[in-house]
T-cell receptor, first 117, second 109 residues
Framework: DAGITQSPRYKITETGRQVTLMCHQTWSHSYMFWYRQDLGHGLRLIYYSAAADITDKGEVSDGYVVSRSKTENFPLTLESATRSQTSVYFC????????????????FGPGTRLTVL | GIQVEQSPPDLILQEGANSTLRCNFS?????LQWFHQNPWGQLINLFYIPSGTKQNGRLSATTVATERYSLLYISSSQTTDSGVYFC???????????FGGGTRLMVKP
């Protein structure tokens, strides 16, 4: 049971380049999320998706693009990377968004450490 | 948006000691989770606990929703408990899981 995986685990790129971070889950969870973790800011939501072809912005979505053509995949693209996007990126998933139910629990991938030079 | 504050920010324990971590939130919530981020960066679910009390081995958690706080208890701490503990909540009006700033725990042998 692979759960939720992210690739690559480490990435170094240059300012202005396009970068795509991959996220794959094997649970058939409806909801998927992208967060970034920075010192002094904790974890902040970038984008989330309630189902295939349904996405919505989070707290810090500027400069990022997502897509979800298949339930199991949720790639995050930095269209033109900037140094301020140097961070650790976490993907997460949850079974559903039933208010007050355990299926709301989010499970996190191992993270991708991205450095933009 | 909802504010989440955790205390203490840092905690150093001797192996075998007990500890209590606190999470205060500013509004009603319908989801509260506790996570442990280990020294390798992995975020591990500990509890889903929007209200009530749960126990899992040496760890237990209590959320008093009416008073807007949650507590995580660690008993007989071990060095493997070291890392950062996060509380995260969904407010009733939102779709975002908002994280607290975390409590950094170091357990010394």
């Amino acid at each position: 049971d692979a759960g939720i995986t992210q690739s690559p685990r480490y990435k170094i790129t240059e300012t202005g380049r396009q970068v795509t971070l991959m996220c794959h889950q094997t649970w058939s969870h409806s909801y998927m999320f992208w967060y970034r973790q920075d010192l002094g800011h904790g974890l902040r939501l970038i984008y989330y998706s309630a189902a295939a072809d349904i996405t919505d912005k989070g707290e810090v979505s500027d400069g990022y693009v997502v897509s979800r053509s298949k339930t199991e995949n949720f790639p995050l693209t930095l269209e033109s990377a900037t140094r301020s996007q140097t961070s650790v990126y976490f993907c997460a998933s949850s079974e559903s968004r039933v208010i007050g139910g355990d299926t709301d629990t989010q499970y996190f991938g191992p993270g991708t450490r991205l450095t933009v030079l | 948006g909802i504010q989440v504050e955790q205390s203490p920010p840092d905690l150093i324990l001797q192996e075998g000691a007990n500890s209590t971590l606190r999470c205060n939130f500013s509004d009603s919530v319908n989801n509260l989770q506790w996570f442990h981020q280990n020294p390798w960066g992995q975020l591990i679910n500990l509890f889903y606990i929007p209200s009530g009390t749960k126990q899992n081995g040496r760890l237990s958690a209590t959320t008093v929703a009416t008073e807007r706080y949650s507590l995580l208890y660690i008993s007989s701490s071990q060095t493997t408990d070291s890392g950062v503990y996060f509380c995260a909540v969904f407010g009733n009006a939102g779709n975002m899981l908002t994280f607290g700033g975390g409590t950094r725990l170091m357990v010394k042998p």
